[in-house]
Nanobody, 114 residues
Framework: QVQLVESGGGLVQAGGSLRLSCAAS????????MGWYRQAPGKQRELVAT???????NYADSVKGRFTISRDNAKNTVYLEMNSLKPEDTAVYYC????????WGQGTQVTVSS
C-alpha cells in the first residue's frame, strides 16, 4: 500500500499562486508516475499534470504555462506550483500515483475567487 498526504490548498484571489505538496509513504517501490487530478463540483475528475520517475511531465492544456509539476524522489514528494490562478481552477485537487497499483490522496480544496 501507498499512503499519500496532501497539503497546500486554500483560498486565493484570481491571479494569485498556490503550491500543493503530496508526500508518499509505505510501499514506495510501487510508484512509477506521480501526478495531480482535480474535480470541480458537478464535474468529472480530470488530469492536471503527471510526472514520471524520470522524464518529462505532462500537462492538461488548460494549465499549460501556468502550473508546474515537480518531484523530489529522495523525499517521495510531488509538488504542483500553480500561478495565474483562475476561478475555473477551483476544485478539489487529488494526488495520484501509478505503477504497481493506483493510489489516491484524500484531496485538498483550492478555491480561486474572482
Amino acid at each position: 500500500q501507498v499512503q499519500l498526504v496532501e497539503s497546500g490548498g486554500g483560498l486565493v484571489q484570481a491571479g494569485g499562486s498556490l503550491r500543493l505538496s503530496c508526500a508518499a509513504s509505505g510501499s514506495i517501490y510501487r510508484i512509477v508516475a506521480m501526478g495531480w487530478y482535480r474535480q470541480a463540483p458537478g464535474k468529472q475528475r480530470e488530469l492536471v499534470a503527471t510526472i514520471p520517475r524520470s522524464g518529462s511531465p505532462n500537462y492538461a492544456d488548460s494549465v499549460k504555462g501556468r502550473f508546474t509539476i515537480s518531484r523530489d524522489n529522495a523525499k517521495n514528494t510531488v509538488y504542483l506550483e500553480m500561478n495565474s490562478l483562475k476561478p475555473e481552477d477551483t476544485a478539489v485537487y487529488y494526488c495520484n500515483t501509478n505503477g504497481l497499483g493506483t493510489y489516491w490522496g484524500q484531496g485538498t480544496q483550492v478555491t480561486v475567487s474572482s
